[in-house]
Nanobody, 120 residues
């Protein structure tokens, strides 16, 4: 069984910063890619950022230049540094990992989400 657990969400004023973490645990062989998605009230879940095992990153246009995704593969943990936050960044943020388990099955896993609220 694999679990992904996010942390670091909270309430912040516009212009502020937050750093999210996602820690994966279980019988993991590898995780590639690692990513962050978000879902605002009344909207569909959308991609925020992904990072591959080769450190190739991809960002939604709305967060480019403000958010940075990084990873510590040795710890099966990845991060999302969010700077210059805007009220429209308010959402539940979910981490996602494409996991290859130690039995070599590959499955997509999601965390339960962490709420980020940006006040104006």
């Amino acid at each position: 069984q694999v679990q992904l657990v996010e942390s670091g969400g909270g309430l912040v004023q516009a212009g502020g910063s937050l750093k999210l973490s996602c820690a994966a645990s279980g019988r993991i062989f590898s995780i590639n890619p690692m990513g962050w998605y978000r879902q605002a009230p009344g909207k569909q879940r959308e991609l925020v950022a992904t990072i591959t095992s080769g450190d190739t990153t991809n960002y939604a246009d709305s967060v480019k230049g403000r958010f940075t995704i990084s990873r510590d593969s040795a710890k099966n943990t990845w991060y999302l540094q969010m700077n210059s936050l805007k009220p429209e960044d308010t959402a539940v943020y979910y981490c996602h990992g494409h996991v290859v388990a130690k039995d070599y099955r590959d499955i997509d896993y999601w965390g339960k989400g962490t709420l980020v609220t940006v006040s104006s």
